[in-house]
């Protein structure tokens, strides 16, 4: 289509483990959980009481005396944090984190214009949602907040994003469950080859860690149960003890940029993005294709467009949700994807340590990739005591591992059968 | 009665995010307070939740300043 190539020159994080991109990478590496007992609504009557909130400075979710806790104050005025939602929140923070990484604050009118937004979310403002149909039912409609529409839209956190920083390009949103953050990505690499654009900010946001949705993923069987009193040890990817994912909020922001731009201005790059693949499962509302046959050939399209030989990959971001049937699944299915080279592949589920970002999942585990590649690292999967199934790849368990990365694949898998898989590479 | 004023300043400070010096009775809440429709929505909405009174939508468009708040107020508590 073009030769047009895209990479990443900018990293913006909020995640359980912390905020910040640095901080958040070094207690990845360390081994850290960011996993607690839910602290923002008595979880007592819920099946599972547990999950990877956001640490805040004000002591929430674990934050207390927290260096690298989340301060809202720092992103926005107190006004505006009354009138949006969490999820927006996360997104206008990872984007300003991003954008200071990249060094991207165009004052001219055409880089600007030239410049777009991809951010996001699963399930938007699910809980401003409920707090308002609660203040309708009780209060009636007088008592209805007017920034309760633009709080809750999934669209508005790259709108927000867009006019806190001026980018008058291509302003869109993303909506694939839990492969948003991944489509987010591939779909704005897909703008900058056409031509779209030179520069976009791209990634997912997500807070739903509140009663509504607890209950509603409670209600679905999809999260896990039997760890509510060892909270770190709950998310389990690839173990025989898992039960079902965790929930967590959070959000990543990628500054991705046209490869002559990026150069031209100087700018420091992580990787490229090669290669991208999207597929559906037309199979079940919740549960993924026997063997994650979507999944696969999302794989073998992302390896096929990259252009690289897939030996070249190294590292694999799984989507791994800890759930009894998805990680086996997907397991299968790279190991079909990549054949002999399997026996050579180190594959970790960081959701072992930052929990299901649902939205957000894909954008951090994709930033997680990149990371790998600048620094020659991957990181474990926690918990892996004693894997459920024999399988030729390296698991990654506990430990982080030194080893080359030449190349990384992150998959994502979303409730309707939903598949992204991302190639990134080390720029030659 | 006196403190309506009082009353209302503080609203307005704590709604628009703004020095509590600037909110004096000729202030236009959109030309000098920065507030948008969004945001006069809302004010009223606290007006009437401050001093349990309705204010009906064809009069909130009337209300533009602090002093046509006021004024509104004193004439309906």
């Known amino acids: 289509m073009s030769d047009r190539r895209v990479v990443i020159t900018g990293i913006g994080i909020v995640s359980p483990l912390a905020f910040g991109r640095e901080a958040t990478w070094e207690r990845l590496i360390a081994g850290k959980s960011g996993a607690g007992r839910i602290d923002v609504f008595d979880p007592e009557d819920m099946p599972c009481k547990i999950a990877f909130q956001v640490p805040w400075t004000n002591g929430r979710g674990g934050g207390t005396g927290d260096p690298h806790a989340f301060d809202p104050d720092k992103f926005v005025s107190s006004k505006e944090l009354r009138r949006i939602d969490e999820f927006i929140l996360y997104a206008i923070a990872a984007a300003e984190e991003a954008v200071e990484d990249a060094d991207w604050r165009p004052q001219d009118e055409e880089s600007k214009e030239r410049t777009g937004v991809m951010i996001g979310s699963g399930i938007g403002g699910l809980e401003s949602i409920y707090n308002t149909a609660v203040t309708l039912h009780e209060h009636g409609p007088r008592k209805v907040s007017p920034f309760f529409i633009p709080s809750a839209l999934i669209n508005l956190a790259s709108g927000q994003v867009s006019i806190k920083h001026g980018f008058k390009g291509p302003n869109h949103a993303v909506v694939t469950a839990c492969a948003t953050g991944a489509h987010a990505i591939g779909d704005s690499a897909r703008l900058i080859k056409f031509g779209d654009a030179d520069v976009m900010l791209a990634g997912g946001s997500e807070a739903v860690i509140g009663r509504i949705a607890i209950a509603g993923f409670c209600a679905a069987k999809a999260m896990s149960t039997a760890f509510n009193d060892t909270p770190e040890k709950a998310s389990r990817p690839y173990d025989k003890d898992r039960d079902g994912f965790v929930m967590g909020d959070g959000a990543a922001v990628l500054v991705l940029e046209e490869y002559e731009h990026a150069k031209a201005r100087g700018a420091k790059i992580y990787a490229e993005v090669s290669g991208y693949g999207l597929t559906g499962d037309a199979y079940h509302i919740t549960a993924p294709a026997e063997g994650a046959e979507g999944g696969y050939r999302a794989m073998k399209m992302a390896l096929k467009n990259s252009g690289i030989d897939p030996t070249e990959v190294d590292y694999i971001n799984a989507h791994g949700t800890s759930t009894p049937k998805g990680d086996e699944g997907e397991a299968g299915a790279v190991e079909r994807a990549y054949g002999d080279h399997a026996k050579n592949l180190s594959m970790s589920s960081t959701k072992s340590a930052i929990g299901h970002l649902l939205g957000a999942a894909g954008a951090i585990e994709t930033a997680f990739c990149a990371l790998a590649i600048r620094d020659q690292v991957m990181p474990p999967t926690l918990n892996l005591d004693n894997p459920s199934f024999e399988t030729p790849i390296d698991l990654i368990p506990h430990k982080a591992k030194k080893g080359r990365v030449r190349a990384a694949m992150s998959n994502s898998f979303g409730f309707g059968g939903t598949n992204a898989s991302l190639v990134i590479r080390e720029v030659k | ?77």
């Open chain 2, 1 to 77: 009665m006196s403190d309506v004023l009082e009353r209302v300043k503080k609203i307005v400070v704590d709604n628009l995010d703004v020095d509590a010096d600037k909110v004096v009775e000729s202030a236009s809440f959109i030309d000098d307070l920065g507030a948008d429709s969004l945001d006069l929505v809302e004010l009223v909405m606290a007006f009437e939740e401050e001093f349990n009174i309705e204010i009906p939508d064809d009069v909130q468009e009337s209300i533009r300043s602090v002093g046509d708040a006021v004024t509104h107020i004193k004439a309906h508590i």
